[in-house]
């Protein structure tokens, strides 16, 4: 193989991986924006239901964490990387994660309740089995 054969052989390499990586970045691109028109969807939402301006900034985080994680998986598929084995590791890590921190993510998700049903509020007085709590 000659010089000249091998330049064209690195050319059309290069120009095949090229497309792929330039098709990937759009599409993390494009996950990244949809993230962000989503955080700001559920902001506006949010704010409209007068609900926690902490407990809505946590969800419109973890929504646009999601499509950006979406996104990644995605453009690792259109370089061809085999991502099943990845999907399938993260879903296993969900579902470990889930059965271990149960109690912690019940904890969390009856913090968020309170935060936006205001059940009660600063100097209420809680009454258990006829026992008052400050």
């Known amino acids: 193989m000659n ?14 991986f090229g497309q792929k990586w330039i098709f990937a970045i759009i599409l993390l691109l494009i996950f990244w924006f949809g993230g962000i028109i989503l955080q700001t969807f559920v902001t506006k939402m949010a704010q409209r239901k007068n609900l926690n301006k902490d407990f809505l900034h946590l969800i419109a985080r973890v929504v646009k964490i999601v499509m950006v994680l979406l996104g990644s998986i995605t453009a690792l598929g259109t370089l061809g990387v085999d ?3 990845l999907v399938a590791g993260l879903g296993l890590t ?6 271990a921190l149960k109690d912690i993510v019940s904890n ?9 049903h205001h059940p009660f509020s600063l100097d209420d007085f809680i009454a258990v089995a006829n026992l008052k709590v400050l």
């Open 3 to 16: 010089g000249n054969q091998l330049f064209a052989k690195i050319l059309d390499l290069t120009t095949q």
């Open 94 to 99: 969900g579902f470990a994660l889930g059965f």
């Open 83 to 85: 991502v099943s084995a």
């Open 108 to 116: 969390l998700i009856s913090g968020a309740m309170i935060l936006i």
